[in-house]
Structure formats: structure tokens, C-alpha cells
């Protein structure tokens, strides 16, 4: 099968890095594809980023004239778009931070998720609210590590595990890596904090294999029914 992976920001070198860590977590025979919006934010950190980055994500698959696909990943924790994801294509489509909290109920009673700045945390939370999952969140913790900061490996270590002290403090046994950038980080923390650290990325992968494996997809009965046909302008018009 063919899993696209859709990154958030405009930032290649992070999508490759996603790539990476999806194709380390997907199975034998599943093929990852990165994609990157060809406009919008550099990374996406704040309300206006998301919404932008939200747009951008949605002309980047409508506009997608590669191979076929058989699951859409979208690689942004806690922006929008997936709604519009949903009704815009007709193949499972798995958001990292959906996919990371649901696995994080499944290993513990509450987990907390660390991320990158503080005013990520609003965003994070109304996310896990409409994905249901929030009552069980103990906690959000930025690192005070802007998105394009992830590349100083040791730097993210160190930030993360301090951040990850307060989550546990809050009531955290299951901790959540709060960024896309973090991928692969739960390997070099998670024995560190003898917890279970769980990657969104990885858990989208597995999440989307699962549903293509079982023949399921989203359901076009009420809220994700097939967008109405209109005139849409993607961007701004021409003028003549």
C-alpha cells in the first residue's frame, strides 16, 4: 500500500525527517510518500500559521498528481485541516495527534504531551477535545524549542526531558511527542523516563495501515459527506 504523509509547514528537510521516521514505523510492502505545501508557513506555531497551514495542505492533495494513494497521514500536531482532509479525499486519513492519544489511552490512565512552545498549548487541547480524548490528557507542556529548533538533537533532548518532568508531575504515565519535528525522539528518552513515549507519526503509519488492511475508510454519512459541488476559487483569481 501507498500512505501519503503530508507535512504542515513549507520546511522540506522536515518533511524528509518525517518521511524517515514514517517509513522506520510503516510495514513490509507499504510505500511512504512525502508531501510539502507548496505555499504557507515556514512552521506552523500559532493560530494563523494553522489555518494557513491548513489551506495550503488541502490545495497541496487536491492539486497531488502522483501515484495512487491508499491513506492520507497528516503530519501536523494539533492544526487543522483534518475535517477538511476527510471530506476531500476517499481514502483513511490519520492526524498525528489523534493517532498518538488514542494510543496513549490504550498504554496508560493519563498522558501528557510535550511540545514545542507554550502557545502551541490552546491548539493542542481543542484538538484532543473534538478528537474526544482530552479528559484523559493530564497535561500539555511546551519545551520552550521553536519547530525549526528540533534539528539540535541534544538541545530537544534535554528540553524535552525537563518538560517531560512536569507532565509527569501533573499526573502523566504515558507521555506523547508533541511535534512531527520530535520523530523518532521517543527512542532516545523513553528508557530515560521508563515510560512509554509515543510518536504520532508512528502511530498515524500503523493506524492507516490498519484501516486499509480492513477495508475501512471514512464514512460519507453526515459529517464527512463528499464536500457539495460549487465554484471554489483556490487562491486569488486572475485578472483580466
Not at 30 to 40: D, F, I
Request: charged residues 20%; glycine residues 12%.
Amino acid at each position: 500500500m501507498r500512505i501519503v504523509v503530508t507535512n504542515c509547514n513549507t520546511t522540506q528537510e522536515m518533511t524528509e525527517e518525517i518521511v524517515r521516521g514514517a517509513r522506520v514505523a510503516a510495514g513490509p510492502g507499504t510505500t511512504v510518500t512525502g508531501l510539502t505545501p507548496a505555499w504557507g508557513p515556514e512552521s506552523a506555531e500559532g493560530w494563523l500559521d494553522s489555518y494557513l497551514s491548513a489551506a495550503a495542505v488541502l490545495d497541496a492533495l487536491r492539486t497531488y498528481d502522483g501515484p495512487s494513494y491508499d491513506a492520507v497521514v497528516m503530519a501536523g500536531f494539533g492544526e487543522h485541516g483534518r475535517e477538511g482532509v476527510r471530506e476531500l479525499v476517499d481514502v483513511p486519513v490519520v492526524d498525528i495527534t489523534e493517532a498518538a492519544a488514542h494510543l496513549a489511552c490504550l498504554l496508560g490512565r493519563r498522558y501528557g504531551v510535550v511540545t514545542t512552545l507554550e502557545r502551541s498549548r490552546g491548539q493542542i487541547e481543542d484538538s484532543l477535545e473534538t478528537a474526544g480524548v482530552v479528559r484523559n490528557c493530564a497535561a500539555v507542556v511546551g519545551t520552550g524549542l521553536k519547530v525549526l529548533d528540533l534539528g539540535d538533537d541534544e538541545r530537544t533532548e534535554t528540553a524535552f526531558l525537563a518538560a517531560a518532568e512536569r507532565a509527569c508531575a501533573a499526573g502523566a504515565e504515558v507521555l506523547v511527542l508533541g511535534c512531527a519535528g520530535m520523530t523518532g525522539l521517543q527512542r532516545a528518552v523513553g528508557e530515560k523516563l521508563g515510560l512509554p513515549v509515543v510518536d504520532g507519526v508512528a502511530a498515524a503509519v500503523k493506524l492507516a495501515e490498519s484501516l486499509v488492511a480492513l477495508g475501512l475508510t471514512t464514512s460519507r454519512v453526515g459529517s464527512y459527506a463528499e464536500a457539495l459541488p460549487k465554484r471554489r476559487v483556490w487562491g486569488r483569481p486572475e485578472r483580466g
